[in-house]
């Protein structure tokens, strides 16, 4: 089985950064693409930005030129690093990860990392 770890939430002031991490472990062939989304109170989970395992790179217009995502495919880790952080960005971060094990593909969330952006 694969674990997602997430880390790297907290509070912060509007304006300020924050870099998330989400390391994968467990036994699996490869990962394909990475990527990340959040969840308001009270508003459905939505993209913030994904990652092929060659680099490519998709954002939320939301977070265009504010958020950057990166991996290390040695590591199995994803990183999002989130500049000018605004009070709307506030939700949990989840992590989500293609897997390609063995005998099947299949996606693998973790658990979430609480981001809260005061104003």
């Known amino acids: 089985q694969v674990q997602l770890v997430e880390s790297g939430g907290g509070l912060v002031q509007a304006g300020g950064s924050l870099r998330l991490s989400c390391a994968a472990s467990?036994?699996?062939?490869?990962?394909?693409?990475m990527g990340w989304y959040r969840q308001a109170p009270g508003k459905q989970r939505e993209l913030v930005a994904t990652?092929?395992?060659?680099?490519?790179?998709n954002y939320a217009d939301s977070v265009e030129g504010r958020f950057t995502i990166t991996r290390e495919n040695a590591k199995n880790t994803a990183y999002l690093q989130m500049n000018s952080l605004k009070p709307e960005d506030t939700a949990v971060y989840y992590c989500?990860?293609?897997?390609?094990?063995?005998?099947?593909?299949?996606?693998?969330w973790g658990q979430g990392t609480q981001v809260t952006v005061s104003s």
């Open positions: 989500d990860a293609g897997i390609a094990a063995f005998t099947r593909a299949y996606d693998q």
């Open positions: 467990g036994s699996f062939f490869s990962i394909n693409a």
């Open positions: 990652i092929t395992r060659g680099g490519s790179t």
